[in-house]
């Protein structure tokens, strides 16, 4: 296998990024969170790609940040590598982002998971935040999107105690959208960025915004936003084309405009 710590694939309409440093279990640098981005930010930005999915191998998704990178940093210098930056470019991402998640997800690995707007997870996938382990805490999203996903009371357990979830436990508090044998969740992945990929592009990128505001506004706020990104869709041409498909009772053809 090629070197490169971070592979590009496309399968039909759907972009894959495959984290590449095996022997350190995915452990995310920031050269690997560079490259990462750069992949995601050229999907998002290719009209040929309409679902983007993110993984590592079979062993690890990633086990996190890279320790050894960080160990000896000051307050300085972690705020001059400006990691932020690289996941806030990663959550503007228009495109449905799909997390193929095996062996461990820890971490800015499990972040990194929940970064993504789907987890299609293997029977092997173990989350967790153990950055209590090492005297640190959760830095890129772990303490508000876990507790969003999995309620408060098992988030303080997996953040204050460094328990892990493993892939049933994960899925059955709302982390993961499902759980497949280890041979099967990349191909579950692409098929369901497929299906994504395949519907109206425009709807698809309103409805991945709408949701999102969900998780980050209060209820009268996100209502608002949800009606202002309906009305949007009736100025296009697929909203036309689907309505008129559904009566003629044949397939959609999408145009994206
Ligand atoms: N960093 C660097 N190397 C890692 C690593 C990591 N996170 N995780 C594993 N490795 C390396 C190990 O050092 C080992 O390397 P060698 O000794 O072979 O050279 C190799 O991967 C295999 O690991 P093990 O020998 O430990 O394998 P085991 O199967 O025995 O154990 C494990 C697997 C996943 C349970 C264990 O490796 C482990 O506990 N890893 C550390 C997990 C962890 O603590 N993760 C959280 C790291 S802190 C932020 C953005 C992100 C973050 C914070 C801020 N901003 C934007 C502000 C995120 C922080 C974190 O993720």
Known sequence: MSDALV??????RVGVIRINRPKQLNALNGA???MLVDAALAFDADAAVGAIVITGDERAFAAGADIKEMAAAS???????????????LRGIKKPLIA???????GGGCELAMAC?????SET??????EINIGIIPGAGGTQRLTRAVGKALAMEVILNGRFL??????RFGLANRVVPVEQYMRTAIELAQQIAERAPLAVRLAKEAVNQAQESVLAEGIADER???YMLFSTEDQKEGMQAFLDKRPARWQGR
Do not use: C, K, Y
């Open 117 to 121: 707007d789907m987890i299609v997870a």
């Open 32 to 34: 690997v969170m560079r």
């Open 166 to 171: 493993d892939a049933a436990e994960a899925e």
């Open 228 to 230: 202002r990104l309906f």
């Open 75 to 89: 307050v300085v210098e972690m705020l001059q590598a400006n990691r932020i930056e690289l996941w806030d470019a």
């Open 125 to 130: 996938a173990r989350f967790g935040q153990p």
């Open 100 to 106: 193929a998640v095996s062996g461990w997800a820890l």
């Open 7 to 12: 592979l590009i694939e496309t399968h039909g």
